[in-house]
C-alpha cells in the first residue's frame, strides 16, 4: 500500500485520480502491454507525477517482473 503526504499541492479529488491510474498501470504493463499516455496539464506536474506518483509505481516485484527500465536523460 502506497502512503502520501497530505499536503502535496493536490486537493482530495485530485489526489484520488492520481493514484487510481498509477495503480493502473502496473496491471496495464504485465497484462495488457502497450503504450500508454498519460496527458498532464503543465511541465511541472507532467515532472511531479512522475518523481511522486509514477516513480514509486515503476519499482513494484509486479512491474520489474516483466519490464525493464533505462535511464534516460531529460530533455528540455
Not at 492520481?18 to 503543465?42: C, G, H, M, N
Amino acid at each position: 500500500m502506497t502512503t502520501h503526504v497530505v499536503n502535496d499541492g493536490y486537493d482530495s479529488s485530485i489526489r484520488r485520480r492520481v493514484e487510481a491510474v498509477a495503480s493502473l498501470l502496473p496491471w496495464r504493463i504485465k497484462f495488457d502491454p502497450a503504450r500508454t499516455l498519460i496527458y498532464q496539464p503543465t511541465i511541472d506536474n507532467a515532472e511531479k507525477f512522475s518523481r511522486d506518483d509514477l516513480d514509486p509505481v515503476l519499482q513494484w516485484p509486479v512491474v520489474r517482473s516483466v519490464a525493464t527500465f533505462w535511464a534516460c536523460p531529460m530533455r528540455r
